[in-house]
Every structure is written in C-alpha cells, then in structure tokens.
C-alpha cells in the first residue's frame, strides 16, 4: 500500500487549528465517494485510472458508524484519493492513497489500512509484490481449476448462451468447473475471491471454507496465449451448499452468484445457474433454492426456470385449464380464482423432473399463465389482474399468519450448533385481520399498499414475459 502525500508536513495553519479546538468541524468524506477499485489483467495497467472500474455495493459499511473518513485534506474537492487495483489473475491487490494533509478536525484521523485489510486481507500487497504475482502467479487458477469437473449442461440447440463447453471465435472456451470444498487449494481460490463477494454481492458474508458441504461452480474463460500456453480466467463463480432433506435427501442453496462486472449481461450468470439445475438433475437433488436472492437474481432464475417450464409437457394440460377458466369465468367468484392455483400434482412432478421449488413454481406459474393468455381480451387481461391481486393478498395473510406461529429452537448437532434449528408452530393462531397482519391498521392505507404491490407484481410479469418471449423456444 502506497501513501502519497501532496504538499509536505502537516501544515502550519493545520496545527494552529487544532489547538484551537473545533472551530473547524470536520465534516469527514463518504468513503465510496473517494475509493476506487479497478480490475486489472497485467502489471502494464496498474497506476492508471483508465483500466474497468468497479461499482461496490457498499464501501461506506468498512469505515465506522457513519461510512467516512475523517482528517484528510485533498488537492481537489476530494479530500483523500484512494486507488485499489485488484488482480483478475491472482486476485491480490495493491492500493494507492492521495492525499495534501492530515488534520484532526474533531473526528479524529481515518486510519484507513485496517479498513482495507477487512476487504483484502493479506491479499493486499505492495506495488513491488503485486506486480510480480502477474507472473509468479500467472497460472494460479489454472492449477486449481484442472482438478475439477467441467459441468455438463446444454440448454438448448439454437441458444449456445449455455451450452457444456461454449467455443468461442476467438479460439477461447467457457466452460463452469465444479469443484468440492474438500480440498487445501480449493479453500484458497475461495478465499482470494472474498472480497469481490463483500464488495459486490449485497449483504454477502464468507462462507465457511472448512465445511465440506460446500461447493464451488466456476465459470472460466480458456484461451491460448502467443506461446501456446493455455490462460484461465474466472469470469464469475456461485457458491452452493448441500443441505439434508428428510428422510433421505438433499437440497442444494445457492449461496452466492457473483459474475465479475467485465462479463455481466453476457450469460454467465444463467450457465451457472443451469449447470448448478444440471448437477441436481443428474444426481437427483430434492430441489434448489437460493439464499437472500436480490431482486435481479430473482427475475434472472424466473426467465431461466420459465423457459424451462415452457417446454415441460406434464403441465401443459394445467396451463390450459387455468388459461380457460381466466378467458371464460367471472373471477368475482373466490372457487375460479382459488382453481387458476396450479395442482400440487403438476408442482411435485415439476420439483421432481426439473428440480425447480415450490415457491419458485409459483412464481414462474403467473408468468406461464401470462404467456399463454390472450392479451388483447380485455376480459382475460382484467380477470388475470384480479387473480394476481388475490395471489398477492393471500401471499400477504398467509405469511404474517405463519410468521406470528412460527418460532425456532437451535439443536446441537456434530459440526457447528449455531447452523441447525427446529421449526415450531405455535397452536394459539389468531387470524390477522388486516392484509398486513395488523388488527388496527387503517382500511385504505392498506388498499393503497396492495395495489401498489399488485402493480408490481403485473410489471415484473409483464417484464418476465417480454424477456422470454424473445428467447427462441426449444
Ligand atoms: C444469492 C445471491 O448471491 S444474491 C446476489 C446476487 N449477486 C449479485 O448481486 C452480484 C452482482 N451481480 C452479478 O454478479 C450478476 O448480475 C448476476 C450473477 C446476478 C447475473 O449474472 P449475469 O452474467 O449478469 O446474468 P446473465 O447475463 O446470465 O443474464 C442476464 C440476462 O440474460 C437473460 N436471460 C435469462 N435467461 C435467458 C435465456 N434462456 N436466454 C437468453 N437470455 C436469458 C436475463 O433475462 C437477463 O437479461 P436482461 O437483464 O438483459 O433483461
């Protein structure tokens, strides 16, 4: 880590203020606003600002109570220039910090190494380190990943968006490597990885590396160099856990996604998602699930697990019928609306054959309905609106009545207590009788909630839908 000072010493005038105290209250500088983190593939690009700059999620949550930083006096109207460039190649980083002069204007001077140790640890390095891990580490991942298993996973004929191994023109092939958590290397991928989890993925914690339930699926680049040697980047990576599923089971979570900013929006992330979907199929996981997922992972599993629903046969037939009853039914009537629900039957087979949740089914399911609805009926179109509207009332009563009779207790098992639990449900129900579960709540306030919920929902449909729409079927 480099500290450039601009303008010498502390200075003069500096001083003086500080023995007078606080005339000068320093108001401190949001610590996203003045940190930079920039990618970068060779030793060629580090120092330059012009290399791919990435947008962290929170930077603000590493430096105190109040995310910034205090006692810097800049150049410009920056107080303190802090200049990170992280490595594609072995992930180590090097930083470089600006600043004129330091001042304690009554907050006290930013020690800002600390903070940065807790995003890069021993990662960080200085300049003259991290420019040899270009070539010290040049085949790092290489190494790691040619232990690992390229995931079968061909979605469909005319998309090579996800197929096995996709050839490029240029020569490169992307392929995702699963790879267990069992061993030594396996652990230090991950943890070179970890802080592109806390800087881009929101709320993203570690996981533990020691646990051997984990998995990692990586999604990596191969391409020739001049001299015939064979160049492995990781463009993106997701973390999966196995859980138990009585009696005999396991599901499989989706920890963390993460496609490093240069290749998002390319279809990485859907070949990591369908090759974790591959691995379930073939070895006939319960289903898969995913931790927190953020809204935009939400709509990219809709348009991936609808498409495959498309061509799903088994549950055309109830497609039809719910279809049928929205074009003809006067949805005033609770029974029609409550049959446009999908058959548990048609949700077990879907678990079952594609390994896609319950509740990711029903999500999928409005937008199968959408889709095979005629849109320019009004009738249909109002009919469908109505439905939705009472699909979200229900999700609403449904869940604070759950939330209000479930509890957990913590049970000790043989690896970490902290990690399992056992739902209980309380007999003592009481109905809520608001949508929001709150007995006092005003009536059109609560009106005003779920239209604007419903209106969501319509929208993220309508989105889902349009997105599909423009994906050749299989
Ligand atoms: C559990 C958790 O980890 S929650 C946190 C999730 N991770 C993050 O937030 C970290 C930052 N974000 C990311 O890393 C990425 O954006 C991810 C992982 C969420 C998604 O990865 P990406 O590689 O960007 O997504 P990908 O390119 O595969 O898909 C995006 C597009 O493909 C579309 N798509 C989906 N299925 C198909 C299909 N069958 N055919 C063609 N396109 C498709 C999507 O609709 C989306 O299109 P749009 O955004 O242009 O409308």
């Known amino acids: 880590m480099a500290l450039k000072q601009k303008g010498g010493e502390i200075s003069a005038e500096a001083k003086k203020r500080r023995r007078v105290g606080f005339a000068n209250i320093d108001t401190g500088v949001e610590a996203s606003e003045c940190i930079k983190v920039f990618l970068v593939k060779s030793g060629d690009e580090v120092g330059s600002t012009n290399s791919f700059c990435i947008n962290p999620v929170d930077l603000n949550q590493f430096f105190g109570e109040d995310g910034k930083i205090y006692g810097y006096k800049g150049l410009r109207s920056i107080s303190v220039q802090v200049n990170i460039w992280l490595s594609t190649v072995s992930f180590h980083a090097y930083s470089e910090i600006t600043f004129e002069s330091t001042s304690d204007g009554g907050k006290g001077i930013t020690d800002l190494e600390p903070a940065l140790q807790d995003i890069f640890g021993e990662l960080l390095t200085e300049k003259e380190q991290f420019l040899q891990t270009f070539s010290t580490e040049h085949n790092f991942i ?38 267990k958590q069992d061993s030594e290397p396996v652990g230090l991928l991950y943890s070179r990885l970890v802080p592109l989890v806390l800087l881009l993925v929101d709320g993203g914690s570690p996981i533990d590396v020691t646990d051997p339930r ?35 089971s396991t599901r499989l979570r989706i920890g963390q996604i993460l496609v490093l900013p240069p290749y998002q929006g390319q279809g990485h992330g859907r070949h990591l998602l369908e090759s974790v979907y591959s691995v379930a199929v073939s070895e006939n996981i319960y289903d898969v699930t995913a931790e927190e997922p953020s809204d935009y992972l939400q709509y990219l599993r809709a348009c991936i697990d609808t498409k495959r629903l498309l061509c799903f046969q088994p549950i055309k037939p109830a497609i039809k019928s719910v279809v049928s009853c929205l074009k003809e039914g006067n949805l005033s009537k609770r029974i029609c609306r409550s049959s446009s629900c999908p058959p548990a039957s048609v949700m077990e087979i879907a678990r079952q054959k594609l390994k896609i949740n319950k509740k990711q089914f029903l999500r999928c399911w409005e937008v199968l309905i959408y889709l095979n609805l005629n849109q320019e009926n009004s009738k249909c179109t109002e009919n469908f609106r109505a439905w939705v509207s009472d699909r979200v009332k229900s999700d609403i009563v449904d869940k604070d009545a759950v939330d209000s009779r479930k509890h957990l207790v913590e049970v000790p098992n043989d690896y970490d207590h902290d990690m399992t639990f056992v739902v209980c449900w309380s007999q003592n129900d009481g109905e809520p009788d608001g949508i929001d579960g709150n007995p006092g709540g005003n009536q059109s306030t609560q009106d005003e909630q779920l239209n604007e919920l419903v209106k969501k929902r319509l929208e993220d449909i309508v989105k889902i839908t349009n997105k599909v729409s423009a994906i050749p079927r299989n």
């Open 142 to 179: 290489r190494n790691i990943v040619s232990d690992g298993a390229v995931v079968p996973c061909k979605i469909s004929e005319e998309d090579d968006h996800a197929s096995n191994s996709n050839s490029k023109a240029d020569g490169s092939m992307i392929e995702v490597i699963r790879m």
């Open 214 to 248: 984990w998995e990692i699926f990586l999604v990596v680049k191969k391409v020739q160099d001049p001299l015939g040697d064979c160049i492995t980047n990781v463009l993106g990576f997701a973390t999966v856990y196995r859980f138990f599923h009585y009696p005999d």
